[in-house]
């Protein structure tokens, strides 16, 4: 099972976004499991840069027993 989607943070300027992943923890049991699902599934991380700073943050893992939770923020400061 993989579910994954896009949620928009800001929906008056839409500048800001949450990307996010969910697997089972059997399909992802272990650090390098992770490390591969997040370089096929997310941006890579960097601060903020250019004008409008546009900033990626690194990705959150949190897990339960049964499930591996993922998300990453990204966008643009106003």
């Not at 399909?27 to 699902?37: I, K, P, S, T, V």
């Not at 601060?47 to 993922?70: E, L």
Request: contains cysteine.
């Amino acid at each position: 099972m993989r579910n994954q989607g896009t949620r928009i943070l800001d929906r008056a300027g839409e500048t800001r976004r949450m990307q996010w992943l969910m697997v089972f923890a059997h399909e992802c049991r272990d650090r390098a499991a992770e490390e591969r699902l997040i370089g096929s599934h997310f941006l890579r991380p960097h601060t903020r840069w250019s004008w409008p700073p546009a900033f990626v943050d690194p990705v959150v893992v949190q897990r339960t027993r049964r499930r591996v939770f993922m998300s990453q923020i990204s966008g643009v400061e106003p």
